[in-house]
């Protein structure tokens, strides 16, 4: 159950100022804490104290636990700041030596308090619910608030149901990272903002309060007793989907050579077809009808080697498409419950009942100090040739493959060639890294690919690359033109942080 | 390695960074080796001075003494324009002088501190003279009235009604008050277990902080070192101008100071070349207008800033602070100020 203060900008904007009246951009918790001071001692709440009032018991137990609870959270409107530099002329009653009749009713000018426009409420809001003594004097004193920074922001104050845009971040560094940092009421906050005020109500003694040939307002000096800075930081947004959603594992037991990962895929395709039989779904047969237009990503085959989790081993893996329809995926995975036995011309291998994985918890996490990238296993194979006009590496063929597995997550105009160039560039836009893209050399190069042009040139490569918040450190994709039947399968690969940070800059 | 943290010193406040710079100078000076600079971690940072002696009772006593040697008659803050003329000679900004002779005289009396400083190898007094500026005998406007205060440091911020001056009315009385301290005090009030501000008799507008800070209570012996910190940030004087100020963009005598912060432990040395960096200058411009830069709009800056970024991550600058300089008060002796920093970061995104 959460528990939030709702504050309402009554007039779409608010004013303040913080330091020596510099612009203050959102109301922070510290500011709520003095507002809900003021009211709980000048409002119907307050009781007597000798010819003043002070804050009743329970008002001073709810500041209390304001002060040992920060909010975990704050939602702030979209702003807009107003104009800057502007000079308030104010007839303040003082005298000032400064021209011929020094008594004569001066215009004094100071700087303004500009303020922020706003779309919105502000609110604060808690995790846990306050005692019910606290929720109930914090919810008695939140009307009686009647502007927030200056008296010309008027709010109404209320406690209500408000989602944070903003979470307290309890680790955070000042001088690194993002994030809104506003000072919070720590403890003593109210003991030293009311010690402060009984000093200023004071009347100064006759002599230090004659006038004299030039006055000047004096401010109250600020007091910062009981203040912190709390960084509210923006929650990250999720990952995108996956391409895949989840892995079918069967465990085998013996690994399948990187040379023949193809060849064998390509066999497990054809038993798989033909155990679901007629009206195999096109997801499964990579056949789509005349006119359809084919989804970014099939049902992929891959190997694993000794090292894949979950089964402790050598592993075939068929990987899910985010894209199918349940039917598809129901006839799929009554069909390969029957799978137990494959045939290849180096003679048949036999696979175990498999387990299904989601696809986004498949590998480990990274260890402590290192980040993740991914390495293609074996290789993997540019989607399209170079396009036409201007420079085109292996890295960039590499960041294209990875942008047509999360087509979804780009939106770029074009055609043809310049449409692979934005796709490789908005990959590249996402943290989408590519390092040290090796072209493989010599052998029979066509066992990497199952089906292509006769006229195209294969290029298979070896690369590491990050792939920026496309998405989490343990999903399973594989990228390129063979990522469907046994190639461009990306394992992890961590790098310490360090060295990883040099590579992302 | 012993820590001494000065515990009051804010990071969005010049005078906190300032004090800083200037204790590490003034301890280095006083012969305290291996002296590092850092910041404590977390949402509250604070200035660090590291070095294997750093104990409070050795830097208070370096302090103190320093002091004591600042509030010596015979030393230079307290010389005289001339006999008639009470003001401080090595002030940068003195009422003005209309003959040539005064002129001359103020340049020979000048050069005499200078040359004995010189002999006495006071490398530290020399650089805070040299970075305060002088008189600018040079500046002329074109209507040949003489623009006296153009060589001066920005970060000079006394005001001048009725006739003040930095060295006479600032470092003086506060060389003064430190050295009456005695060493556990000076560094107490370094500390921030007590802040005690003799010259501005603790009153809430005291003026103490000479716009590195809000008016207010501060403890002198920590504005005894902010002063000194000046001496970190050396200009370069022009015909042409303002003298050019480290630590200082925009125009005149508004615009903004800045400065580095950094991760791990730097010595005074390395802290000063980044100081003087042309790519921290360019950083601290990010996003300012032309205009508020005191420049024509032709001159884009958007190209520099991300291989000034790229300059500073790889030394380990962390942040930027920029302060905005305001005007208050009159319009014939302004009172500038450094208002709250702002912290420009310069991790990755």
């Known amino acids: 159950m959460s528990f939030a203060i709702v504050a309402e900008p009554l007039l779409g904007t608010y004013r303040g100022h913080v330091g020596s009246g510099q612009l203050d951009p959102l109301p922070a918790p510290a500011r709520l804490h003095a507002a809900l001071l003021c009211a709980a001692a000048q409002g119907v709440r307050a009781v007597a104290d000798g010819d003043g009032l002070q804050p009743c018991d329970a008002d001073r137990e709810a500041l209390r636990w304001l002060e040992a609870n920060p909010p975990d959270g704050i939602t702030v409107p979209e702003t807009l700041r107003n104009g800057d530099d502007a000079t308030a002329y104010r007839k303040e009653g003082l005298i000032v030596k400064e021209g011929r009749n020094p008594l004569a009713d001066k215009l004094i000018g100071k700087p303004a308090v500009s303020g922020v426009a706003l779309t919105g409420r502000f609110a604060w809001t808690w995790e846990q619910e306050p005692p019910p003594p606290v929720a109930t004097a914090l919810s008695e004193l939140c009307p009686e608030v009647p502007y927030l920074g200056t008296s010309e922001s008027p709010v109404r104050l209320a406690v209500a149901e408000a989602e944070p845009t903003h979470r307290l971040d309890p680790d955070a560094d000042l001088f690194v990272g993002e994030g809104l940092d506003l000072s919070v009421a720590s403890s003593g906050r109210a003991a030293a903002l009311e010690a402060a005020h009984r000093e200023q109500s004071v009347a100064p003694p006759v002599k230090a309060d004659a006038h004299r040939s030039s006055e000047k307002t004096t401010p109250p000096p600020v007091v910062t007793t009981g203040l912190q800075l709390g960084r509210y930081t923006r929650p990250e947004p999720p990952p995108p989907p996956t391409p895949w959603t989840s892995v079918l594992l069967f465990p085998m037991e013996r690994p399948v050579p990187p040379e023949l990962r193809v060849r064998y895929a390509v066999a497990v395709h054809r038993a798989l077809v033909s155990l679901v039989g007629d009206g195999a779904p096109a997801v499964l047969t990579g056949a789509y009808g005349e006119g359809a237009t084919p989804p970014s990503n099939r049902c992929a085959i891959q190997f694993l080697g000794p090292e ?100 979804d997550e780009f939106t770029v105009s074009g055609r043809g060639d310049a449409r692979y160039r934005a796709l490789a560039a908005a990959a590249a836009g996402r943290g989408v890294r590519v390092e040290s893209a090796v072209r493989v050399m010599g052998g029979d190069l066509g066992r990497y690919v199952h089906k292509v042009n006769p006229d195209t040139v294969i290029q298979p490569y070896r690369g590491v690359l990050h792939l920026g918040d496309l998405t989490g450190a343990r999903t399973i994709a594989a990228i390129g033109q063979s990522r469907h039947l046994g190639g461009g399968l990306l394992v992890p690969r961590d790098l310490p942080v360090e060295i990883a940070r040099r590579l992302t800059q | ?58 830097i208070g006593e370096i302090v103190r003494r320093h002091a004591a040697g600042g509030d010596d008659p015979d030393n230079w803050p307290s010389r005289q324009i001339s006999d008639r003329e009470k003001r401080a000679l090595m002030s940068p900004r003195i009422s003005v002088i209309a003959e040539r002779e005064g002129w001359q005289e103020l340049q020979d009396r000048r050069h005499e501190v200078l040359d004995r400083l010189t002999g006495a190898r006071a490398l530290l007094d020399l650089r805070l003279i040299a970075a305060l500026g002088e008189p600018s005998y040079w500046r002329l406007n074109k209507q040949g009235q003489r623009l006296q205060d153009d060589g001066a440091h920005r970060m000079e911020m006394q005001p001048r009604n009725q006739g003040s001056e930095f060295v006479g009315n600032r470092l003086r009385p506060l060389a003064a008050a430190v050295a009456a301290r005695t060493a556990g005090e000076v560094a107490d009030g370094l500390l921030g277990r007590r802040v005690r501000d003799e010259v501005g008799k603790d009153k809430p507008d005291s003026r103490t902080p000479t716009g590195l800070a809000a008016p207010g209570p501060t403890d002198n012996a920590l504005a005894w070192c902010a002063l000194w910190g000046i001496s970190q940030f050396p200009i370069a004087a022009r015909t042409s101008g303002f003298a050019t100020a480290t630590g200082h963009i925009g125009r005149g005598t508004a615009g903004y100071y800045y400065v580095p912060v950094w991760a791990g432990r730097w010595r005074t040395a390395r802290h000063r070349t980044i100081l003087a960096s042309k790519q921290l200058a360019e950083y601290a411009a990010t996003g300012l207008t032309p205009k508020e830069l005191g420049r024509s709009a032709e001159h884009s800056v958007e190209a520099p800033v991300a291989a000034a970024r790229q300059w500073l991550a790889d030394r380990q600058v962390i942040s930027v602070v920029r302060f905005p300089v305001h005007r208050f008060g009159s319009a014939s002796a302004p009172e500038r100020r450094a208002m709250l920093g702002e912290l420009l970061k310069v991790g990755p995104r």
Do not use: C
């Open chain 1, 308 to 407: 894949a989790p979950h089964v402790g081993g050598n592993a075939l893996a068929l990987l899910l498409p985010r894209e199918a329809s349940d039917i598809d995926l129901t006839l799929i995975r009554m069909a390969v419950q029957r799978l137990r036995q494959v045939k290849v011309g180096a003679g048949p291998f036999k696979v175990a009942p498999p387990v299904e994985i989601p696809a986004d918890q498949f590998w480990p996490e990274p260890a402590e100090g290192t980040q993740r990238w991914w390495q293609t296993e074996p290789v993997a194979v540019p989607d399209s040739r170079p396009p036409r006009g201007g420079k085109w590496s292996l890295a960039d063929a590499a960041a294209l493959s990875v942008a047509l597995v999360w087509r």
């Open chain 2, 1 to 58: 390695m012993t820590d001494f943290v000065l515990a009051s010193a804010a990071p969005d406040v010049m005078l906190s960074h300032l004090a800083l710079y200037g204790l590490a100078a003034i301890v280095e000076d006083g012969g305290l080796d291996d002296v590092r600079l850092s910041w404590t971690g977390g949402m509250s940072p604070r200035p660090v001075l590291s070095a294997p002696q750093a104990t409070p009772e050795r």
